[in-house]
């Protein structure tokens, strides 16, 4: 079963604008992590925010967490047509040993010049 | 600094064979988990290589199995192949401690005819 579940499966917007996507999850995490991934090639390790923080940003990309609603979103602004990818939400889940990720389904963002 | 890298980049294979994967981690990193993902999902966690030792375990069958070498390389063997274990086989390197952020590869993309 998946931990994470991405709200919406797809996303098409102009360049320029902004694009959110949000992740839902069911259990207590250490942390939750966003990846993008382009045309079925590896991931690519977007942000990390832990379960005390609220909120990251990294240049364009932003990500808050409400671990009271087990959400998070990533917002990217300003886009481009290179953004144009898979974006996953993963959540790491408290555990004795270990730190298996649980992918939600993703959100396929399309970015039209 | 290399990255993960994975060998071979594409593979096919039939029902019934046995096909072995291959990864080295990031340098420095001592933690080499695997994931599967089939087409338009995301990716499902197989298991975890921590000290030559499977640490954690998702939910697939015995006929995935792995290893990890001293150098922290690691494999990942499936036996008795089927048409459902078509899909790409990435594998993610971490360290033990610290934020414990995964890194992946590009991965192999397996089809089993």
């Known amino acids: 079963s998946q931990q994470g579940e991405e709200d919406p499966q797809a996303l098409s917007i102009q360049e320029g604008e902004n694009a959110t996507m949000n992740c839902s999850y069911k259990t207590s995490i250490n942390n939750l992590q966003w990846y993008r991934q382009n045309s079925g090639r590896g991931l690519v390790h977007l942000i990390l925010?832990?379960?005390?923080?609220r909120e990251k940003h990294s240049g364009r990309l932003r990500v808050t967490l409400d671990t009271s609603k087990k959400s998070s979103s990533l917002l990217i602004t300003a886009s481009r047509a290179a953004d144009t990818a898979s974006y996953f939400c993963a959540t790491d889940v408290r555990q004795a040993a270990g730190n298996k990720l649980t992918f939600g389904g993703g959100t396929r963002v399309l970015v039209k010049p | 600094d290399a990255g993960v890298t994975q060998s071979p980049t594409h593979l096919i294979k039939t029902r019934g064979q046995q096909v072995t994967l291959r990864c080295s981690p990031k340098?420095?990193?001592?933690?080499v988990s695997w994931y599967q993902q089939a087409l338009g999902q995301g990716p499902q966690f197989i298991f975890q290589y921590y000290e030559e030792e499977e640490r954690q375990r998702g939910n697939f069958p015995d006929r995935f199995s792995g290893h990890q070498f001293p150098n922290y390389s690691s494999e990942l063997n499936v036996n008795a192949l089927l048409l459902g274990d078509s899909a790409l086989y990435l594998c993610?390197?971490?360290?033990?401690?610290?934020?414990?952020?995964?890194?992946f590869g590009p991965g192999t993309r397996l089809l089993v005819l």
């Open positions: 993610a390197s971490s360290l033990s401690a610290g934020r414990k952020t995964q890194y």
């Open positions: 340098s420095g990193h001592d933690t």
């Open positions: 925010i832990r379960s005390n923080e």
